[in-house]
C-alpha cells in the first residue's frame, strides 16, 4: 500500500464573457409583470369589446351562455380548455340557475315600491330627478339619440366585461378569480333576497302609470333603450333580423327588481378586484363603471339611489371575500390549488396522465349527488308552473324546487374542486 498523499484537486473557473448580460433585479422583473398584465388587460378588453360590436352589429346579444362560449374560445387558443371547464363551467351553472329564478321574485311579494322610493331620490337630488334632468338636456326631440345608442351599447356591456375581467383574472391570477366569482355569487343572492322582500319599480314603470308627470300630463321621462336600440339596428343593418334576443332574460324576466341595480354592482365588484390585483390598470373598469351608472339612469332602467345600492351591495360582498372567515379561505385555496392548474396544463400538452391525475381529485359522489338534487329542483319548477302544483306560479312554494336546483349545483361544483 503506498502512502502517498493524493495531489490536491485544482479548482478553476471560466471567466463570464463580457457580453453575458445580468440577470435582471428583481425590480426589472416586477415592472416586467405589471407591463404584461396592463398589455393583457388591454389585449383582453380590446377583445371583448370588438366581440362585442362585431356581435351587436350582427344582430346578436351578449349574453352569458354566448359569453361562455367566446371565453372558451379564448382559453382553447391559450392552451387552457380543460381547466377552463373545471374553474368556469360549475359557476357559470350556478349562475344562469340564479338569472331564471330571479324572475320569481316579484311573483311572491305583491308590494311594488315605486313612489317612496322616487321620494327618496327627489329628496337626494333636492326635488330633481337625474333622468329627467338628464333627458331634458341630452335627449333631442326628433332624430336619433346617439346618447341613447351609446347608453343602450353599454347597457349591453354591464355583463360581458365584468366577465371578461374574470377571466384575466383567471389566467393571471387564478387564486383571485375564485374570489371574484365568490364576491358575485354573494352580492347575486343578497339582491335576490332584496327583490323578494323589497320589489322596486324603475323610473319607466313609476312613468308609464303617471307617477312622473310633465306639465301637459304625459310622462315627463322616456323608456329610451328601445329608441336606442331601433337606431343601433338600422344603422348596423339588421333592423327585422335580429338573430338572438336576450333569451337568458326574457325566459322569466322581473321588472320590478331596481334596487340594488346589478347592472351597476357587477361592473363596480369587476373595478375592486382588479384595482386589488392589478393596480393602476384596474382603475379603467371605475370609468367604465360610471358610463354604465350614466346609462341606465339616462335610459331610465335604474334611479341613482339603484345605483348607490348596487355599489353598496358590491363593496359589502367584497369585503365579506376578502375578509372571510378561516373555513371559506380554505376551500378556495383548496379549489384553486396550483397544482391543479399545472397538472391540467401537462395534460394540454399531451400529457394525459397529469388531467387524468387532476380529474381524479373531483368527488364525485359530491358531483352526483348535487345533480340529482338539481334535476329533482327542475322538474319540481316544470310541475309548480307548468302543472300548477301547490298553487302554481304565483305561490311562494316555488321558491323550494329553486332552492335544490341552486343547491344541487352548488353540491356539485364543490365536488367538481375539491382535492
Do not use: C
Not at 13 to 39: F, G, K
Not at 120 to 148: C, S, V, Y
Not at 164 to 178: E, K, S, T
Not at 293 to 301: G, N, P, Q, R, T
Amino acid at each position: 500500500m503506498s502512502d502517498a498523499i493524493d495531489p490536491p484537486l485544482e479548482i478553476t473557473s471560466t471567466p463570464i464573457p463580457a457580453s453575458t448580460p445580468a440577470l435582471p433585479a428583481v425590480e426589472n422583473v416586477a415592472a416586467l409583470h405589471r407591463r404584461n398584465d396592463r398589455l393583457l388587460l388591454a389585449t383582453l378588453a380590446g377583445y371583448v369589446i370588438l366581440l362585442s360590436a362585431l356581435m351587436i352589429a350582427g344582430g346578436v346579444s351578449v349574453t352569458p351562455d354566448v359569453l361562455l362560449l367566446a371565453l372558451g374560445l379564448a382559453a382553447v387558443v391559450l392552451g387552457r380548455a380543460r381547466l377552463f371547464i373545471r374553474d368556469w363551467v360549475p359557476f357559470i351553472g350556478l349562475f344562469l340557475a340564479y338569472e331564471l329564478m330571479r324572475g320569481y321574485a316579484d311573483n311572491i311579494n305583491r308590494v311594488i315600491h315605486s313612489a317612496d322610493v322616487l321620494g327618496a331620490e327627489r329628496w337626494l337630488f333636492l326635488g330633481n330627478l337625474p333622468t329627467e334632468m338628464l333627458q331634458k338636456a341630452l335627449h333631442p326631440a326628433t332624430g336619433i339619440d346617439p346618447w341613447a345608442m351609446v347608453a343602450t351599447v353599454f347597457y349591453f356591456l354591464h355583463f360581458p366585461l365584468p366577465f371578461a375581467i374574470g377571466f384575466l383574472l383567471w389566467v393571471r391570477r387564478r387564486r383571485a378569480y375564485y374570489d371574484f366569482i365568490a364576491g358575485l355569487i354573494l352580492v347575486s343572492m343578497a339582491a335576490f333576497i332584496t327583490y323578494l322582500l323589497f320589489p322596486v319599480a324603475p323610473p319607466w314603470w313609476a312613468a308609464e302609470r303617471g307617477l312622473i308627470p310633465g306639465p301637459d300630463g304625459a310622462p315627463a321621462i322616456t323608456y329610451l333603450k328601445s329608441q336606442g336600440f331601433s337606431d343601433l339596428a338600422r344603422l348596423f343593418g339588421f333592423e327585422g333580423r335580429y338573430l338572438y334576443s336576450y333569451a337568458i332574460y326574457e325566459v322569466n324576466p322581473n321588472q320590478v327588481a331596481a334596487f340594488p341595480s346589478l347592472h351597476a354592482a357587477y361592473p363596480f365588484l369587476a373595478f375592486l378586484f382588479a384595482r386589488r390585483a392589478f393596480g393602476k390598470a384596474g382603475w379603467l373598469m371605475l370609468l367604465y363603471s360610471a358610463a354604465v351608472w350614466f346609462s341606465i339612469v339616462y335610459l331610465a332602467d335604474h334611479y341613482v339611489v339603484d345605483v348607490l345600492g348596487g355599489v353598496a351591495y358590491a363593496s359589502v360582498a367584497y369585503l365579506a371575500v376578502v375578509h372571510a372567515p378561516g373555513w371559506f379561505r380554505r376551500l378556495v385555496d383548496r379549489a384553486a390549488d396550483p397544482a391543479v392548474e399545472a397538472e391540467v396544463e401537462v395534460g394540454e400538452a399531451g400529457d394525459a396522465s397529469g388531467f387524468r391525475r387532476a380529474a381524479g381529485r373531483v368527488r364525485w359522489g359530491l358531483v352526483r349527488q348535487g345533480v340529482v338534487l338539481a334535476i329533482v329542483g327542475a322538474i319540481g319548477v316544470v310541475g309548480v308552473v307548468k302543472l300548477e302544483w301547490l298553487g302554481g306560479s304565483e305561490s311562494p312554494a316555488l321558491l323550494a324546487p329553486w332552492a335544490l336546483i341552486i343547491g344541487g349545483l352548488w353540491r356539485a361544483a364543490l365536488g367538481a374542486i375539491s382535492r
